[in-house]
């Protein structure tokens, strides 16, 4: 084969390396580039061919017919006993993957190149994070509350409401009271009862309706809170206090006060602020205004003395907080089971 293309491929002429291609790869070989869409078989070697084969893989006893050849990418060439009448085996069977060198790793500079700052442990380079520009900072507002109701405490609200709105067996008209704070709660919550001109000192169209009562802001501000807004909340019907509605609507008391508790706290976060809210309703024996009403303000507040110690066991007045809407049936069942005490 050295000699000019006789030896052991003399019967089948051998395709040179500079001739032979992988398919659509493109390889380099001893002599230069190949790009041959098929694999063919072609011309016997030339004495160039043959010194360049040998300067590159050593003696021809390396070069025998049964030994693949290997050219610079580090795909193997076919042997010769691999072609068969000018075709190679590997049209039929796939070429095999080049041996790819392993990936890269950074290295640090040479010593004398190292900047003087970065010590000896230090990477050859910062971290990206490092150039990057600081986001601009936000301000993340707490999410609001929900305010859905639960199936119970509607079923609570519509009871509220058929027993307290006219003709109602816990509707009652007023019979006009001497009070001007009562007169001006009768006028606020739309009473058919109600006599005369409208007494309030902000009018009479401040209130806020709701299914079963009406939501107004108090005169007296709440002490001790950032939002100093207190509400009032109030039945539509004439209960002068929690005493008088549990005698003549015992079957309307957990329904009314779940649903002015549950209207204080919607109003108080819709109007005044969002959060847990504190909840007082005066006892029986100390009314200031004869009119059932729930004052609604900030937990850790005041208004009219409220709340006392213990906020809930005193005879004074009931306080409690709330935070979800949800907690309204129970606190209602808790005021009903202290009245019931006194």
């Given amino acids: ?151 119970q405490l509607q079923a609570a609200v519509d009871t509220a409401v058929g027993l307290t709105h ?39 169209n401040v209130a806020w309706p709701n299914p079963a009562s009406v939501t107004f802001a108090n005169v007296k501000q709440a002490g001790g809170c950032s939002a100093t807004t207190a509400l009032l909340t109030i039945p539509r019907s004439e209960i002068y206090h929690l005493g008088v509605l549990q005698s003549k609507c015992p079957q309307g008391m957990l329904p009314l006060l779940t649903s002015l508790l549950l209207d204080g706290f919607r109003t108080y976060q819709e109007r005044v602020a969002r959060g847990p809210v504190q909840q007082c309703v005066h006892s029986p024996q100390h009314v200031t205004v004869p009119w059932l009403h729930l004052h609604t303000f900030c937990p850790g507040g005041w208004v009219d003395g409220m709340p006392l110690s213990p906020p809930q066991a005193n005879s004074v007045a009931y306080c409690d907080t709330m935070t979800q809407p949800e907690e309204a049936l129970e606190m209602a069942k808790r005021i009903a089971e202290w009245v019931a005490r006194m």
Wanted: glycine share 10%; proline share 18%; charged share 10%.
């Fill in 166 to 204: 006219e003709g109602g067996q816990c509707y009652f008209r007023s019979q006009g009271s001497s009070s001007p704070p009562a007169r001006c709660f009768c006028h606020l919550a739309g009473n058919l009862g109600c006599q005369g001109a409208c007494p309030c000192l902000n009018g009479c």
């Fill in 1 to 151: 084969w050295l000699a000019g293309g006789r030896g052991p491929w003399a019967a089948a002429p051998a395709p040179s390396p500079s001739t032979v291609a992988m398919g659509p790869r493109v390889g380099r070989t001893p002599s230069g580039l190949v790009a041959e869409p098929q694999l063919h078989a072609a011309a016997a070697p030339s004495d160039a061919d043959a010194a360049a084969a040998f300067r590159m893989f050593g003696a021809p006893a390396q070069l025998r017919e049964d030994r693949p050849l290997f050219n610079l990418t580090g795909v193997a060439w076919p042997s010769a006993q691999s072609f068969v009448g000018g075709r190679s085996s590997s049209d039929a069977a796939p070429t095999p993957s080049p041996r790819l060198p392993p990936p890269l790793t950074p290295s640090s500079p040479p010593q004398g190149q190292r900047a003087a700052t970065v010590s000896s442990t230090s990477p050859p380079w910062p971290p990206r994070t490092q150039f990057r520009k600081p986001p601009p900072p936000t301000t993340t507002l707490p999410p609001p509350l929900a305010l859905e109701t639960s199936a």
